[in-house]
């Protein structure tokens, strides 16, 4: 019988060199069929953590395990297995700009099975059609906007109906109603599907409206609370209310560490 967990991050401590650790003896599950947001400020580790569970980098302490598998990122039969089954929305999209949008969807089918053209095209449109754009297939992505951008690197996310699908800031640079369309689809994706979701995001109330569990982490690392929206929006812990208020006092400060300023200008 299969785990109600998909994801599990276990004590991970993590930093990109010796000089500063991004994340800090973190622990989160993430349950199979659910939309887990992953909140925090810039810099606090939170696409280091898709990173982690994609296998880009290895832990420097802990694990990571995916469906209860323990990731190995130096066994690349078992990466690129587990990368088989996960859907990765990047921030921006990260789309091909010298395909056009039908080809920018079938590059995943093209690259990852043999499945007869006439096939990579009817799931091409189907995938483009769930995001409401079939009509845009032919077009450049120079001749579409930004928000449609962002659902046509969804739809490319969701070509090889991945268990797991992780998006990446999915609502930066977005108008309010291209920012209402992309939470409404990640929604519906997930329900329709019946994927496992995680979204990293530091847009409260959006992701608020679509999760059904959430983590914050601080600018040190770790992991500050986690719950249901209704519950972290009750929370009285500072940091937490800080970040939902969007409060410039608090916690979180304003300064980076640094020496006493009159000390880096050699005035005392």
Do not use: W
């Not at 998909?6 to 500063?20: L, M």
């Not at 606090?44 to 880009?56: D, E, F, Y």
């Not at 519950?231 to 980076?256: A, N």
Request: aromatic residues 8%.
């Amino acid at each position: 019988m299969k785990s109600d967990t998909f994801i599990e991050i276990d004590h991970v401590t993590f930093g990109y060199d010796t000089s500063r650790t991004i994340l800090n003896d973190v622990s989160l599950s993430f349950p199979r069929g659910k939309v887990t947001a992953i909140l925090g400020g810039s810099g606090c580790g939170k696409t280091t953590l898709l990173r982690l569970i994609a296998g880009v980098f290895a832990a420097s302490q802990g694990r990571v395990l995916f469906d209860g598998e323990l990731l190995n990122v130096r066994d690349k039969p078992q990466l690129y297995r587990i990368r088989r089954r996960l859907g990765m929305l990047f921030q921006f999209g990260a789309l091909f700009t010298d395909l056009t949008v039908f080809e920018n969807v079938a590059f995943p089918l093209r690259e990852h099975t043999a499945l007869p053209e006439s096939m990579i095209r009817d799931i091409v449109l189907m995938k483009l059609n769930a995001v409401g754009l079939r009509g845009a297939a032919p077009l450049r992505i120079s001749q579409v906007s930004g928000g449609m951008a962002r659902r046509i690197a969804l739809a490319r996310a969701i070509s090889l109906d991945p268990e797991l699908i992780m998006y990446d800031e999915p609502f930066a640079g977005l108008d309010p109603i291209s920012m209402g369309v992309a939470a409404n689809l990640i929604r519906k994706l997930n329900d329709t599907t019946g994927a496992t979701s995680l979204v990293v995001s530091h847009d409260v109330q959006e992701c608020f409206a679509i999760c059904d569990y959430a983590y914050l982490l601080s600018s040190g690392g770790r992991v500050v609370a986690h719950g249901k929206p209704a519950e972290l929006q009750q929370s009285d812990h500072p940091e937490v209310r800080q970040f939902i208020r969007g409060e410039p006092d608090g916690p979180v400060r304003f300064h980076y560490p640094a020496a006493p300023f009159a000390q880096d200008l050699n005035l005392s």
